[in-house]
């Protein structure tokens, strides 16, 4: 039992470390003909979860850093011309996973279990509960208003786990990696 409740814990704690990223692109759309972006116009920063997980200094930091990172692929950040317009929002949502100390009951072919003495104890369970952080980033076509890539970064963690810079940097990294650099050698 305690094998399984380690594992259960191993799993979780690996999967707290690690960025999942799914990007997508229009594949009728050559990426390498955009050179120049901005913020949408009038784009508030859009965050969705918890209240006490909303930070206006962290949301203009993954902002910064978005800009840096397009920047390092080549793209010049212009707000008279952009070719492409740049959006992102955060979206925190609260999760929980419970995890009985009984395997007896994790096997759904148990049958009713019947009251005597031990009847609290044989249910005991513990509840985990963590966030489950996504960053997505669009990039617009600014003539066409047509999405034409988007990435969407997925993390768990902890919730009361603070988030560094170095940490939001790697994880925007991440999310725009799949994205073409314009200074690659070809």
Known sequence: MKTLFIALVFI????????????????????E????????????????????????????????????????????????????????????????????K???MMD??????????????????EIYRFLKGSLVIDLIDSETGAVIWQSTAQRYMELDERMDKDRMIKGVRKALKEYPSKLDVK
């Open 33 to 100: 003909k955009y050179n120049t972006f901005c913020w949408i116009q009038g784009c508030e920063l859009n965050y969705q979860g918890p209240d006490y997980g909303y930070n206006l200094e962290r949301m203009q930091l993954i902002q910064n850093i978005i800009k840096e990172e397009l920047e390092s692929k080549g793209l010049i950040n212009d707000e008279n011309t952009p070719e492409l317009l740049v959006g992102f929002h955060v979206i925190l949502e609260e999760k929980e996973s419970v995890y009985t």
């Open 102 to 104: 009984n395997p007896e």
């Open 12 to 31: 979780l704690a690996s999967s707290c470390a690690g960025v999942k990223v799914a990007s997508v692109q229009n594949p009728n759309i050559d990426l």
């Open 108 to 125: 759904p072919y148990v049958g009713p279990i019947s009251y005597w003495d031990g009847y609290e104890d044989y249910y005991n369970q």
